[in-house]
Each structure stands twice: as C-alpha cells, then as structure tokens.
C-alpha cells in the first residue's frame, strides 16, 4: 500500500509564495512519474506540474515561469514552490504519484491540501 502526505498549503497574499511537500511511503517502483494536481471549486481537477525519476519536468502554461517542481528519489519526495501567487491559483493541491507495472498502471492520490490565495 502507498501513502502520500502533503504539507505546506495555507493563506497566502497575492504576490507571495508557499511552498507545498508530499511524502510517499510504502512500495514505490523506483521509475515513476510524481505530480501535482489542483481543482477549484467548481472546476475539473488539472494537472499543475509533473516530474519523472529521471528530473524531466512538465508544468501547465498557467504556472511557467512561478512554479517549480522538484523531488528527492531517495526520500520519495516531491515539492512544489509557487511564487507569485495568484487569486486564480486558489484550489486544493493534490500530490500524485504513478508508475508501470506488471499488469497495468499503479497511480495513488494525496488526501489534498488547500492553497488560499487572497487579500
């Protein structure tokens, strides 16, 4: 079984940062895919930014040039650093993590975190 628990949301201006973590435990393939997702409210959830084992990045247009992804392979970590946050940005950040096995697809969930940006 594999868990994902995320820290780091909370009440930010716009303008300022927040740092978001999530953590994986359990039996993790070492070649994965880890990402982070976001859905505000009444909207479908999105793909934020995403990272291979390997560091190959990918982030949604609305997010370049603000947010960086990163991990630690040895720590089954990944993070997320948002800058300049926007009102827009406001959602709850859900980490994901996935990966090709025997017999199909693994992917897990995070329980969420919300992300608050207002003044």
């Known amino acids: 079984q594999v868990q994902l628990v995320e820290s780091g949301g909370g009440l930010v201006q716009p303008g300022g940062s927040l740092r978001l973590s999530c953590a994986a435990s359990?039996?993790?393939?070492?070649?994965?895919?880890m990402a982070w997702y976001r859905q505000a409210p009444g909207k479908e959830r999105e793909l934020v930014a995403s990272i291979t084992t390997n560091g190959l990045t990918n982030y949604v247009a609305s997010v370049k040039g603000r947010f960086t992804i990163s991990r630690d392979n040895a720590k089954n970590t990944v993070d997320l650093q948002m800058n300049s946050l926007k009102p827009e940005d406001t959602a709850v950040y859900y980490c994901?993590?996935?990966?090709?096995?025997?017999?199909?697809?693994?992917?897990?969930w995070g329980q969420g975190t919300q992300v608050t940006v207002s003044s």
């Open positions: 359990g039996t993790i393939y070492s070649t994965n895919s």
């Open positions: 994901h993590v996935k990966w090709l096995q025997i017999g199909g697809r693994a992917a897990y």
